[in-house]
């Protein structure tokens, strides 16, 4: 066996551009463009695909972690932004449930709806609001493989207890996929 | 925001295992043995979950990279046996891709039947063959939340091109299962 240790870090220009943000966000759709802007400056650095994501603690407005795709510089197909904030955000806070951290509840904030995977992902981290911004139907156009979902996961996270609110800036997170695919990027998961 | 890095590493443990194993393991049986034992030695030594898992080269039999339920300790929610091993096997190999890298293809062997999370990220990952012991009941009746599953996940998996087996040496599997609730282990995902 030729590896016991992995490891992953954020782009460098991601630590300029979180410490110049306000130190509180209160508004959704402010959270939104945060998270549409690591999706936006990721493409535009070549560090990975046109997604963003976000964790906030939900009442102050803090960014406890910022996440965006790393899927292929990172060799790690499960880089996904939704997942890398999760990471980002557990490892700071040591804790695999953020449910139960100091600053909870926390939001997720995602420029793009879960793929199946992500989706799996979120109910175990402890988050307690997920925020979408494109749809899953925005990802698939441009030629992104979401995965199977389940029919109804939108009532399944609310039987846990997990809000969701979609199509937050739904359009201007559209445009960075959009963008994306008409300036050529990989589309990786295509299942070519 | 207070992270910009995330690292795992696998138990000191592993290694001495791994290095006992033989260099080829052609049976089936004998690479569910693999994880099962992961899935063992991670309760015995108090560094996890009762789930293991192990990637092979599915021609020659090689293991690639071994993987085991780290989430409480490692402080990741995201950090069950499948994935880490996905995660180990990636960074080794260089690439997000397995389908595309040496020694392809690749079989991914859980002692479980994988969770919402796990079952969505393994089309990600390239492996073409999965293999499961234990069953979705017997991980649910210890008291593990395995997530909202697509109601026919092995046709939609034989759709893409990834063989499924479920069952392989499945008591074997469930009774690491059994005694690690029989013994108080943390059921950390019951969603209480």
């Not at 790690?76 to 890398?84: D, I, Q, T």
């Not at 990471?87 to 100091?102: C, V, Y």
């Not at 030629?143 to 997990?162: H, L, V």
Request: hydrophobic residues 40%.
């Amino acid at each position: 066996m030729s590896s016991s240790h992995f490891q992953l870090s954020l782009p460098d220009w991601v630590q300029p551009y979180v410490a110049s943000l306000p130190e509180q966000i209160q508004d959704v759709s402010a959270r939104m463009q945060v998270a549409i802007a690591l999706a936006r400056y990721n493409v535009d650095n070549g560090t990975g695909g046109p997604f963003g994501a976000a964790i906030f603690e939900q009442n102050s407005g803090r960014l406890a972690a910022a996440g965006m795709n790393l899927v292929v510089g990172k060799h790690c197909s499960l880089a996904h932004a939704e997942m890398v904030a999760i990471m980002m955000a557990q490892s700071a806070l040591k804790t695999h449930d953020l449910g139960r951290a100091a600053g909870a509840p926390y939001q997720l904030v995602s420029s793009t709806e879960p793929c199946a995977m992500c989706l799996g992902a979120i109910p175990w981290s402890g988050v307690q609001s997920l925020v979408c911004g494109a749809n899953d139907a925005d990802a698939r156009a441009v030629g992104f493989d979401e995965g199977e979902k389940p029919s109804d996961w939108q009532g399944g996270y609310q039987r846990r207890g997990i809000a969701v609110e979609c199509g937050v800036c739904g359009e201007d997170a559209a445009r960075v996929l959009r963008d994306y695919a008409a300036s050529g990027g990989e589309i990786y998961n295509s299942g070519a």
